[in-house]
């Protein structure tokens, strides 16, 4: 069964500070990986999306890597904003399913 | 940029009654799923509906819940007798491919279910 994993569960930093948030995955037989935001009491928002046969996808700030292998993914936020204030998800899709599995989140807080 | 519609977005409803949360997908989608988030867990997936029927649901999707595409562009979820338990954020998402593999997974703003 396929579990999710995301370190840290909350981060606090100040504005303009690079992060990176982790996720990990148990069963490396993943079709896909995507990130989504989500702010307090809305819906998710489609940040990245990473096929099981890619390294790395870059949308403006936001750079997020693949190793299928060792099971793991990183989301890179550059030069954070207090804008980028949200709760990261990571979910994956494994292959010869349609489900996504979503990991436990992590909370962001990125103060002026 | 195409969205997924989701309505109402909060519904309070007594212990045992019945309710319906309505979707509406990207129209050239062709896969749609439910999901649903108990307030500080994880999101849940419910289950997923390609050409008409579910193709995929998990343990949490019993008898109570049942999901229809009335027309050709609503996507809706009915819980029969509803439960304390089933408060929760529910989302709907859909897709162009069943693993998302395209454009991946575009998620509605969700229902907010109150059981009281």
């Known amino acids: 069964k396929q579990e999710v994993t995301q370190i840290p569960a909350a981060l606090s930093v100040p504005e303009g500070e690079n992060l990176v948030l982790n996720c990990s995955f148990t069963d490396s037989a993943i079709y896909n990986l995507q990130w989504f935001r989500q702010d307090p009491g809305k819906g998710l928002t489609s940040l990245l999306l990473?096929?099981?046969?890619?390294r790395e996808q870059t949308s403006g700030r936001l750079n997020a890597s693949l190793d299928k292998s060792s099971g793991r993914s990183t989301l890179y936020i550059a030069a954070s904003q207090p804008g980028d204030s949200a709760t990261y998800l990571c979910?994956?899709?494994?292959?010869?399913?349609?489900?996504?599995?979503f990991g436990t989140g992590t909370r962001l807080l990125v103060s002026p | 940029e195409p969205e997924v519609t989701q309505t109402p977005s909060h519904q309070v409803t007594q212990m045992g009654q019945e309710v319906i949360l309505r979707c509406v997908p990207i129209?050239?989608?062709?896969?749609f799923y439910w999901y649903r988030q108990i307030l500080g867990q994880k999101v849940e997936f419910l289950v997923s509906f390609y050409n008409n029927e579910i193709s995929e649901k998990s343990e949490i999707f019993d008898d109570q819940f049942s999901v229809e595409r009335p027309d050709g562009s609503n996507f809706t979820l009915k819980i029969r007798s509803t439960k304390l338990e089933d408060s929760a954020m529910y989302f709907c998402?859909?897709?162009?491919?069943?693993?998302?593999?395209?454009?991946?997974?575009?998620f509605g703003s969700g229902t907010r279910l109150t059981v009281v």
């Open positions: 979910a994956v899709v494994n292959t010869g399913f349609q489900k996504l599995v």
């Open positions: 998402a859909s897709s162009g491919t069943g693993s998302g593999s395209l454009t991946g997974y575009t």
């Open positions: 129209s050239n989608h062709l896969y």
């Open positions: 990473i096929q099981s046969s890619q």
